[in-house]
């Protein structure tokens, strides 16, 4: 049985920084592509960040102030947040896709086979 479980969400004034952390068990982690994608209130779920074997992709709002990265040997996906802005504010879901690549479709949450149930950001003004 495959789990995804996110943490390291919470309140953060704007400027500030966190990390989230997602854990996968059940699958074997090296052989996925791994994404974060987030969903604020009345909103679509979006694509933030796609990290697969020597790969990663962002999305143009987080460019430069969010970055990815993997340990497989941890089974551990990571998401480091700094200069965070209020437009920040979401839920945040790990998801993990069946290939070694994310490939330019990384941000259609479609291709995505598992999902974590998220952890709330929020970022105050």
């Known amino acids: 049985q495959v789990q995804v479980v996110e943490s390291g969400g919470g309140l953060v004034q704007a400027g500030g920084s966190l990390r989230l952390s997602c854990t996968a068990s059940g699958l074997t982690f090296d052989e996925y592509a791994m994404g974060w994608f987030r969903q604020a209130p009345g909103k679509e779920r979006e694509g933030v960040s796609c990290?697969?074997?020597?790969?990663?992709y962002y999305a143009d709002s987080v460019k430069g102030r969010f970055t990815i990265s993997r340990d497989n040997a941890k089974n551990t996906l990571y998401l480091q947040m700094n200069s965070l802005k209020p437009e920040d504010t979401a839920m945040y879901y790990c998801a993990a896709r069946k290939s070694a690549y994310c490939s330019t479709s990384w941000s259609n949450r479609g291709r995505y086979n598992y999902w974590g149930q998220g952890t709330q950001v929020t970022v105050s003004s």
């Open positions: 990290i697969s074997w020597g790969t990663t």
